[in-house]
């Protein structure tokens, strides 16, 4: 799983950086931007808005866990599982961020599988 979850945070990575970056929404409806989350949602699903299907669901789940895992790691921080969004959500967070933060967690991905 660790190489099919390595691919979609990289597409989550792309979608960020095509659609530009939201706080506080998983989308938004004006500008099309994305959090983290809602990024993660759109390679899971093609959408922003969490996932109706319980197997979606659960793969977004499990892959913000991972990129929250990642985040705590690099923060030096005790696991949280709302990390990652609270830390995309804060002010100084910038997109560059959210993508190298996506990016990474996708490439240890990638280690764990090989």
Do not use: Y
């Not at 931007?33 to 949602?41: E, P, Y």
């Not at 990474?104 to 990638?110: Q, T, V, Y």
């Amino acid at each position: 799983m660790s190489k099919a979850n390595a691919k979609i945070l990289r597409n989550a990575a792309s979608v960020l950086e095509e659609r530009g970056h939201a706080k506080g929404v998983l989308g938004d409806r004006k500008t099309g931007g994305v959090c983290l989350l809602g990024a993660i949602h759109v390679a899971v699903t093609g959408e922003p808005w969490w996932p109706s299907n319980a197997s979606d669901l659960h793969r977004s789940t499990e892959l913000l866990g991972i990129v929250s895992k990642h985040l705590c790691r690099k923060l030096k921080t005790n696991f949280d599982e709302r990390e990652a969004v609270r830390w995309n959500n804060a002010r100084k967070t910038k997109a560059a961020e959210v993508v190298a933060l996506l990016n990474s967690a996708a490439k240890s991905e990638a280690r764990r599988a090989a």
